[in-house]
T-cell receptor, first 114, second 113 residues
Framework: AQSVTQLGSHVSVSEGALVLLRCNYSSSVPPYLFWYVQYPNQGLQLLLKYTSAATLVKGINGFEAEFKKSETSFHLTKPSAHMSDAAEYFCAVTSLSGYSTLTFGKGTMLLVSP | DGGITQSPKYLFRKEGQNVTLSCEQNLNHDAMYWYRQDPGQGLRLIYYSQIVNDFQKGDIAEGYSVSREKKESFPLTVTSAQKNPTAFYLC????????????FGSGTRLTVV
């Protein structure tokens, strides 16, 4: 069984500040991990993915995430927040075993203030 | 351009009626998925299909039905048995045999009136 826990349903930052969105996973097999972003009333867009290559993964819009097996974490960061980063972010986990599907966390809403 | 099209974007249904949400993709993906999104609950899997004429129940399949007669199409029917159907519904597709992530449609917001 797989699961994802996102700490904090809402995170507020000032424009220009560091963004840190937390994701911890549980998986009995080697995981593959994803971060998605969702703007209001839209679908989800892939930000980045970890598929067992480099543990530090760079994505679109300046975001990156680091896979830490010892901490079972895959936190999303961005050095400097922009107003356009305000959205909901979802962490998701899957594996290559059988008919594994993506299991999503409950999401974290990022609020950016001027 | 390739992508996933969900229609309609907004849908209103009277209690006791069945309604069908459309999902079409031209990405040549084998697998397709339906998720339900409610505020604060993330995305929950309703049904998925890895191949034409085959589909599996997800975590919250009760009150929903699907078909997969064509590779490109995976319609979702919300039946009158679904007790709380008001939600945002997302369709997605992916390749099989590799972990490439999902491509999502723009969603259908269903409201029961």
């Amino acid at each position: 069984a797989q699961s994802v826990t996102q700490l904090g349903s809402h995170v507020s930052v000032s424009e220009g500040a560091l963004v840190l969105l937390r994701c911890n996973y549980s998986s009995s097999v080697p995981p593959y991990l994803f971060w998605y972003v969702q703007y209001p009333n839209q679908g989800l867009q892939l930000l980045l993915k970890y598929t067992s290559a480099a543990t530090l993964v760079k994505g679109i819009n300046g975001f990156e995430a680091e896979f830490k097996k010892s901490e079972t974490s895959f936190h999303l960061t961005k050095p400097s927040a922009h107003m356009s980063d305000a959205a909901e972010y979802f962490c998701a986990v899957t594996s290559l075993s059988g008919y594994s599907t993506l299991t999503f966390g409950k999401g974290t809403m990022l609020l950016v203030s001027p | 351009d390739g992508g996933i099209t969900q229609s309609p974007k907004y849908l209103f249904r009277k209690e006791g009626q069945n309604v069908t949400l459309s999902c079409e993709q031209n990405l040549n993906h084998d697998a397709m998925y339906w998720y339900r999104q409610d505020p604060g609950q993330g995305l929950r899997l309703i049904y998925y299909s890895q191949i034409v004429n085959d589909f599996q129940k997800g975590d919250i399949a009760e009150g929903y039905s699907v078909s997969r007669e064509k590779k490109e199409s995976f319609p979702l029917t919300v039946t009158s048995a679904q007790k709380n159907p008001t939600a945002f519904y997302l369709c997605a597709s992916s390749r099989t045999g590799q972990v490439s992530g999902y491509t999502f449609g723009s969603g259908t917001r269903l409201t029961v009136v």
